[in-house]
């Protein structure tokens, strides 16, 4: 079964290290700090994880705490995905 953390990884992996799999992308590396991220890639991420998760994303999830590590992301999706929408 392909998990949520499993589907971001391999997103950031295709689109952001172009497919490199021999990087090592520990689940709580900062994606800022590791340059693997800037802000038009934080577009890309929003984008995949609305499309992908059915997750309407505001201005006020976009932030390093929500989308800074494959950890982040996937607990950030499992949460918006808990909740119901208004």
Same mark, same amino acid.
């Given at each position: 079964?392909? %998990?949520?953390?499993?589907?971001?990884? &391999? /997103? !950031?992996? =295709? +689109? *952001?290290?172009?497919?490199?799999?021999?990087?090592?992308?520990?689940?709580?590396?900062?994606?800022?700090?590791?340059?693997?991220?800037?802000? %038009?890639?934080?577009?890309?991420?929003? &984008? /995949? !994880?609305? =499309? +992908? *998760?059915?997750?309407?994303?505001?201005?006020?999830?976009?932030?390093?705490?929500?989308?800074?590590?494959?950890?982040?992301?996937?607990?950030?999706?499992?949460?918006?995905?808990?909740?119901?929408?208004?």
């Amino acid at each position: 079964m392909i %998990t949520i953390k499993d589907k971001v990884r &391999a /997103f !950031i992996v =295709d +689109n *952001f290290l172009f497919g490199d799999t021999s990087y090592e992308l520990a689940d709580t590396a900062s994606l800022i700090e590791n340059d693997i991220i800037d802000s %038009t890639a934080v577009v890309e991420l929003v &984008a /995949f !994880i609305e =499309d +992908n *998760f059915g997750i309407a994303m505001v201005d006020s999830d976009i932030v390093p705490s929500n989308l800074d590590s494959v950890d982040r992301i996937s607990s950030f999706i499992k949460a918006k995905a808990g909740t119901p929408t208004v």
